[in-house]
């Protein structure tokens, strides 16, 4: 919180599965009061996020956005001859 507060422009919580970051980072947008951008690496993990916050925030705007970009992969670019 004091990060945020402090003015850190990004925050990113690391850990496990199950050790709580989705509760801190709840804790962290009730206290800080403000509005938040979160981003995750794939649909799955950002419908449970949505789902999650929510339950978090019943009473606040709460809304998800898919990309429909998600398919680039840099590492399978293949560059084909104009020849």
């Given at each position: ?59 606040n705007a709460v809304?998800?956005f898919f990309s ?16």
């Amino acid at each position: 919180v004091a990060d945020v507060q402090s003015g850190v422009p990004r925050v990113v919580l690391k850990g496990a599965t199950g050790t709580g970051k989705t509760f801190v980072l709840a804790n962290l947008i009730a206290r800080t009061n403000r509005p938040t951008l979160i981003v995750a690496p794939n649909k799955v993990l950002a419908a449970q996020l949505y789902t999650e916050l929510r339950s978090f925030f019943p009473t606040n705007a709460v809304t998800i956005f898919f990309s429909h970009f998600d398919f680039y992969r840099p590492e399978s670019y293949a560059p084909v001859s104009q020849n």
